[in-house]
Nanobody
Framework: QVQLVESGGGLVQAGGSLGLSCAAS????????MGWFRQAPGKERELVAA????????TYADSVKGRFTISRDNAKNTVYLQMNRLKPEDTAVYYC??????????????????????WGQGTQVTVSS
């Protein structure tokens, strides 16, 4: 079983940048596709970005393309989300999640909440206008 711990959230002005990290423990990190999700008050949890097991393939929500970058370091068991040119609508709790489907050929990453097996506790990101 994988444990995920996010860090790096906080308060930033619109146009600013924040970097999130998610440290994994308790499993073979390179066996998991990883994703960042977010949930704003009154809204459903949505995929922000996902990365394949090797880190070679990524996908992004249209709303963050060109502004956010997901990456991973399998040697450090960590996945990152660099967020630039932040907007007030990016305000949400951001969650790191792990998707364990080793039987699916690479490159693979899940894009739906139900495809992810393990979740972090979340970190708040607030963007002020």
């Amino acid at each position: 079983q994988v444990q995920l711990v996010e860090s790096g959230g906080g308060l930033v002005q619109a146009g600013g940048s924040l970097g999130l990290s998610c440290a994994a423990s308790g499993g073979t990190f390179s066996s998991y596709a990883m994703g960042w999700f977010r949930q704003a008050p009154g809204k459903e949890r949505e995929l922000v970005a996902a990365v394949s097991r090797s880190g070679g393939s990524t996908t992004y929500a249209d709303s963050v393309k060109g502004r956010f970058t997901i990456s991973r370091d399998n040697a450090k068991n960590t996945v990152y989300l660099q967020m630039n040119r932040l907007k007030p609508e990016d305000t949400a709790v951001y969650y790191c999640a792990a998707d364990y489907r080793p039987y699916i050929s690479s490159p693979y990453y899940g894009t739906f909440v139900h495809e992810y097996d393990y979740w972090g506790q979340g970190t708040q990101v607030t963007v002020s206008s």
